[in-house]
């Protein structure tokens, strides 16, 4: 194994919120005080993790919050001059939109580093895009429309029920137990608050009825499947809560919607060859949108055709310890050092390999350019 000088770059500016949930202490919702809430990691505990795992590996290691400092991030590459750096920052001044600049830098500077490169990266977030060119390479995606203004929603040619999204937001937002519509003036209703409360075109698609399923991919190889399982339950108006995944089931620990959703990984039940399929459809979406290392494709199975449906392709999972990916790495039998070290072994790799590809028009190029000289 190759030992290397591994730069940790993050960005954090105030305490996350698993921070505050911390200081908040160990406590039960005030819906059900015999349920105890366990204090999640932090960020920071998060990165010390994934600093300690590398170097247990035996690689040299720095880490730094680059605290949305430009500087303090050109400033670290430049002096502890990285054979790697694991980018794990998210967001630049508060904005996602910026999360693929970062890497955009180190391809300028010519530093090797970890994880998806610019152009996926912003692919994967401007969902109604990169669901056009999933479905150009004849992918499955749920059918669904952009929608700018409110008179655009009067000749909708979708199906009930149908849920209506930001068409460019993350983590949930904008998602909650009112989404999913099952009637023309709820879908009114629904699309009007998102471009009025929430000011974002609403991205607005058939919902899949069925199986929540999540495919983590590793290198060039899919991970065990993990399931996302929907309990039921009722709200604290006696609603049925969705079987979504909505912003409270993400975010808030003390939510019935964050207790009505349980991930379970390897999949109970599911038939080998349905398995397959979704694995097959999650690498050809990787691929299709151009990721590199690790990426993870969430998919919903309609329950009545077995027909995957990819909802989307996260280039930038959350790599804790606590998390998905870390589930599925788990059930593949890597340790969590394994599998961080694994990630930074593929950018590794790539320093140490051939440099650049030259093909298609820059082959053409070449080919002209020798001849004229010649
Ligand atoms: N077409 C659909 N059919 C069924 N469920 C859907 C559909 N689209 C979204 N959902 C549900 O809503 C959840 C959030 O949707 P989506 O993944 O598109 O949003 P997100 O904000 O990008 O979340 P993330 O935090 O994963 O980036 C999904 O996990 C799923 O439970
Ligand atoms: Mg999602």
Redesign the pocket.
């Known amino acids: 194994m190759q030992r290397s000088r591994i730069l940790i770059l993050w960005n954090q500016l105030d305490d996350d919120v698993y921070t505050h949930f911390r200081r908040d202490g160990r406590r039960a919702p005030d819906w059900d005080p015999t349920l105890q809430i366990e204090p999640w990691e932090t960020g920071e505990e998060e990165m010390q993790l994934i600093q300690r795992s590398l170097e247990e590996h035996g690689h040299t290691v720095t880490m730094v919050n680059v605290r949305d400092n430009f500087d303090t991030m050109l400033d670290a590459i430049r002096t502890t001059k990285p054979d790697v750096v694991m980018n794990l920052v998210e967001f630049f001044r508060d904005d996602a939109e910026l999360e693929h600049d970062v890497p955009a830098l180190y391809e300028l500077l010519g530093v090797e580093y970890t994880g998806n490169r610019p152009l996926a990266l912003s692919l994967c977030q401007k969902?109604p895009q990169a669901k056009a060119l999933l479905a150009a390479h004849g992918l499955p995606v749920?059918r669904?429309v952009v929608i700018e203004s409110i008179d655009a929603a009067a000749n909708l040619d979708l199906e009930f029920p149908i849920?209506v999204?930001p068409a460019f937001?993350?983590?949930?937002?904008g998602?909650d137990a009112g989404s999913v519509v099952h009637d023309r003036s709820s879908l009114i209703a629904r699309i009007d608050k998102m471009l009025h409360e929430h000011k974002q075109a609403a991205l607005v698609?058939?919902?899949?009825e069925g199986r929540?399923i999540h495919c983590a991919i590793l290198g060039d190889r899919p991970l065990p499947l993990y399931e996302?399982q929907f309990k039921g339950g009722n709200d604290e108006h006696g609603k049925p809560l969705p079987k979504?995944?909505t912003y409270r089931a993400?975010w808030d620990p003390y939510s019935r919607e964050h207790h009505a959703v349980q991930g379970v990984c390897p999949v109970p039940d599911l038939d080998p060859a349905l398995a397959r399929t979704i694995e097959d459809v999650a690498m050809r979406a990787y691929r299709a949108l151009g990721c590199r290392d690790y990426a993870r494709v969430?998919m919903?199975v309609d329950s009545r055709t077995n027909q995957p449906?990819i909802?989307?392709v996260?280039p930038n999972p959350d790599l804790a310890e606590s998390c998905a990916f870390n589930a599925s790495a788990k059930a593949a039998g890597l340790t969590y050092a394994q599998m961080i070290c694994e990630i930074v072994d593929l950018a590794i790799a790539r320093k140490a390999g051939p440099k650049k590809v030259v093909t298609g028009v820059d082959a053409l190029l070449k080919e002209y350019l020798a001849k004229k000289q010649g």
Not at 169 to 173: I, L, Q, R
Not at 205 to 208: A, D, P
């Open positions: 969902k749920p669904g849920i999204k937001d993350d983590a949930s937002g998602i698609e058939e919902y899949i929540e996302m979504i995944i993400k969430d919903r449906y909802l989307e996260n």
